[in-house]
């Protein structure tokens, strides 16, 4: 097929629409399975169980590779769908004098620019709030505290003993030490070393790369949880955040009502055995991971 042909066939730029939506289907799936440790996974475990996962996610090579051909098929995607819109708008510029869309196809296909826009829009907005705080700015470090009576420590005698205590995980696996014992002078402390080699003595000996950055505590604060202590204030707009989030995914339910069957239709996978059994797989794909999806922030704001 000729260069031209790819670039202004309308048969090729719906094979193209298709192969997209259906490996973002795909995406979706992967993104849904990482981000429901946030609510299945509880405690110490779950936060640290999300952050290895958001790291792995940003450092395998083949992950990478996949995340970019990722951004590519989202913005094709939408791309190619404006392009289709305007060229059938084009192609029928005045509408018939007797029409009833209703009769003719769903609610939903009559508005996949429309849902696709809106889509596209809320991406941009998330990438924003999470995707670009995790590559760009300087994160707190996953940090958990483990202080009691059984873990104070002393050092040189009775004359120093631990007072505070933090442990930040690094890509390595392991709980990096950060300690403040006081002395025996009055309010005064000071950071200690630890002669261990799983320990540090401060927190600027740990540099952002060498351990997981805590978007779990990022996530659950956009969400109206207090993490300031783990250095992310709470989001005095979460409820708004929630509502947004909800909405989104319901366009998303919408668009992808009529676009997961309309894929497998474009490609040829069209016959009376199969069409019955991907229609019924594609309107359950596009309830039940959207609603997974809006159950995770609602569940995360309502258990403050």
Known sequence: MAK??????????????????????????GHLLGNLQMIFIHGEEGKR??????????????????????????????????????????????????????TNSSLPSRYMAVLGSAILIFIVLHMANFWGKMHYTEMPLHKTERISESQRMTEMGPQKTMDTASYYLSTQGE????????????????????????????????????????????????????KSKEGFPINKNALIAVIIYVVAMLVLAFHLWHGFASAFQ????????????IKGFGRMFAVLVPLAFAMIPILIYLNK
């Open 4 to 29: 031209s042909a790819i670039l202004n066939s309308s048969i090729a730029k719906k094979w193209w629409m298709a192969l997209t939506g259906l490996f973002l289907c795909l995406f979706l799936v």
């Open 49 to 102: 169980a999300f952050n290895e996962y958001a790291y792995f996610m940003t450092h395998n090579p083949l992950i990478k590779v996949m995340s970019y051909i990722t951004y590519f098929s989202i913005l094709f995607h939408a791309i190619d769908g404006i392009i289709l819109t305007v060229q059938n708008k084009k192609a029928r510029p005045q509408n018939y004098a007797y029409n009833k869309p209703g």
């Open 175 to 226: 709980y990096l030490h950060e300690g403040y014992f006081e002395s025996q002078g009055p309010g005064q402390k000071a950071p200690i070393r630890i002669e261990e080699t799983n320990f540090i003595n401060s927190q600027n000996d740990l540099s952002i790369g060498e351990g997981y950055k805590d978007l779990h505590s990022l996530v659950f604060a956009f969400f109206g949880h207090d």
């Open 266 to 277: 474009t490609l040829g996978v069209n016959h009376k055995k199969h069409n019955a059994i």
